[in-house]
T-cell receptor, first 118, second 114 residues
Framework: TQLLEQSPQFLSIQEGENLTVYCNSSSVFSSLQWYRQEPGEGPVLLVTVVTGGEVKKLKRLTFQFGDARKDSSLHITAAQPGDTGLYLCAGVTSMGNAGGTSYGKLTFGQGTILTVHP | DTEVTQTPKHLVMGMTNKKSLKCEQHMGHRAMYWYKQKAKKPPELMFVYSYEKLSINESVPSRFSPECPNSSLLNLHLHALQPEDSALYLC?????????????FGQGTRLTVV
């Protein structure tokens, strides 16, 4: 079983602070995705990183995929109350072949509950 | 249309009831998923359908029965559930079941078993 360890589990900060969430594994992933989920809603895809060492930016959010494709980080600059939510990393593992097409399975980290206070 | 639509949004059922959860997408995605999520925990994979065929069953109890009538629809039939089955049930879809799967989630059905 491939596991993704996400840290910290809980983060409570003031508006304007910076933060980093980490997602680590001993396994290699084909790609890794970050989702944000608000209470009572489904997870919303933020970004997918595929290449080792890749860095992607989405406004104040910066996502990085480790060189070995085993870990990733999410950095938020100048956090806003609207950033509050559950942040989930999810790694895609290649499962094999079906009908000539390789297919993958999504494994989620434990999640980070972020609260940004005004 | 870039949405995955789930109905109902909320469901309360007794342990002897039979009910169904529905999921629909019109993005042409050929892989569809059911996940179960407890409060403040990550989603747990239950079933995966690829091209309308069941590809993955994560050892889910038989009181949960998935069905994929066509490429746009996914159902989850519920029968004789237990209170511990109360959770948010999420449907997701992706273009195909690939090694770079990007899953898009519905809003979920909040299920309470009484």
């Amino acid at each position: 079983t491939q596991l993704l360890e996400q840290s910290p589990q809980f983060l409570s900060i003031q508006e304007g602070e910076n933060l980093t969430v980490y997602c680590n594994s001993s396994s290699v992933f084909s790609s890794l995705q970050w989702y944000r989920q608000e209470p009572g809603e489904g997870p919303v895809l933020l970004v997918t990183v595929v290449t080792g060492g890749e860095v992607k930016k989405l406004k104040r959010l910066t996502f990085q995929f480790g060189d070995a494709r085993k870990d990733s980080s999410l950095h938020i600059t100048a956090a806003q109350p609207g950033d509050t939510g559950l942040y989930l990393c999810a790694g895609v593992t290649s499962m094999g072949n079906a009908g000539g097409t390789s297919y993958g399975k999504l494994t989620f980290g434990q999640g980070t509950i972020l609260t940004v206070h005004p | 249309d870039t949405e995955v639509t789930q109905t109902p949004k909320h469901l309360v059922m007794g342990m002897t009831n039979k009910k169904s959860l529905k999921c629909e997408q019109h993005m042409g995605h050929r892989a569809m998923y059911w996940y179960k999520q407890k409060a403040k925990k990550p989603p747990e994979l239950m079933f995966v359908y690829s091209y309308e065929k069941l590809s993955i069953n994560e050892s889910v109890p038989s009181r949960f029965s998935p069905e994929c009538p066509n490429s746009s629809l996914l159902n989850l039939h519920l029968h004789a559930l237990q209170p511990e089955d109360s959770a948010l049930y999420l449907c997701a879809s992706s273009r195909r079941l690939s090694s770079n799967t990007e899953a898009f989630f519905g809003q979920g059905t909040r299920l309470t078993v009484v």
